[in-house]
């Protein structure tokens, strides 16, 4: 077994199965990237003002080799009520909850004779873009890494390490930016409240997610924020789910099957073994999934 399948393996016994591993070397396609932002004036104060140091991740560790990218998933099944915060928010600080399993992974790779450091949220790197080379997954309109599992619903972190495990890039910036995964879909630029996200330019600086973290807000922030207390969630709300993934593949009668067992089960209304389902209730069940994601026409396209 090889180091990266060793370290695979562990990652995998601590329950993490999206799983990257890329060169750790200077992202110079990222460059005139950041300049246009900043000419823009779309930048913020929670990113790094020098773009060097978003470009070479080399700067934390000299002698890195390796970038390993890990989404942790957040989104369970627990019963939730809107309360104005980001879905997110739920549950433990995810800063400490990703630290500990990150270092965990360091310790392991540490303990076979490689140096390895990890990250979480506050750091110069490009997480999402990294994310996306290493095969994570692939950032949609909405700027989310989307991953095929959880969808959006990840939290990212990386760790830098010195050991050569790394595997080819899986795209590149060009690629990235034709969106191809999403095809002719566009729903998040509809679904975001200030058009923060829209075909002709994105400006994070508008993002309700972001206005929720200011200390001063304007009037028309205030108001645009219509009942959120922390974060938004509109542009991510109607990305396809596992099951319509699955549904993109099924001929129409599987789907006609598939949809009502999978209504029954998300709302725990799964009949008594002994009795069969309705071909009318069928119907009925599978017309309020439609009512219920007639937005995501997505579905049955492509």
């Known amino acids: 077994m090889s180091l990266k399948e060793e370290v695979l393996s562990y990652c995998n016994s601590l329950g993490l199965t999206n799983i990257g591993f890329i060169k750790c070397r200077e992202f110079n396609e990222l460059e005139d990237f950041y300049e246009n932002r900043k000419k823009l004036n779309v930048q913020n104060e929670f990113e790094e003002e020098d773009i060097q140091k978003r470009i070479n991740p080399n700067h934390y560790m000299e002698e890195g080799k390796t970038i390993i990218s890990i989404a942790f998933p957040y989104l369970h099944d627990q019963e939730h009520f809107d309360n104005g915060f980001s879905l997110y928010t739920r549950g433990n600080d995810y800063h400490r909850v990703l630290k500990d399993y990150l270092d965990k992974i360091c310790e392991f790779i540490i303990l076979r004779g490689g140096k390895a450091i990890s990250f979480v949220d506050s ?121 319509q993934i699955t549904l993109r593949q099924l001929p129409l009668v599987q789907i006609l099957l598939t949809i009502p067992q999978y209504i029954l089960s998300k709302y725990k209304l799964i009949p008594h073994h002994n009795h069969q389902i309705h071909f009318h209730t069928m119907l009925v069940l599978l017309v309020l999934y439609l009512f219920h994601t007639i937005r995501t026409y997505e579905v049955f396209c492509i």
């Not at 795209?171 to 930016?177: A, P, R, S, V, W």
């Not at 997610?209 to 009942?227: M, N, R, V």
């Not at 959120?228 to 109607?238: E, V």
Request: charged residues 25%; contains cysteine.
């Open 123 to 243: 750091n110069t790197l490009p997480e999402r873009y990294i994310a996306y080379l290493a095969g994570v997954g692939f950032i949609g309109k909405n700027n989310m890494l989307i991953t095929k599992e959880y969808g959006s619903y990840v939290f990212l972190g990386e760790i830098i390490t010195d050991l050569e495990m790394y595997d080819d890039d899986n795209g590149n910036f060009e690629e990235l930016m034709k969106y191809k995964e999403c095809g002719e879909c566009a729903i998040c630029f509809g679904e975001c409240p200030t058009k923060s996200i829209n075909p002709n330019k994105k400006n994070s600086n508008i993002c309700l997610s972001y206005i929720t973290q200011k200390k001063d807000l304007e009037e028309w922030e205030i108001k645009a924020l219509k009942g959120r207390t922390f974060g938004c969630d509109s542009c991510q709300l109607y990305i396809f789910s596992e099951l």
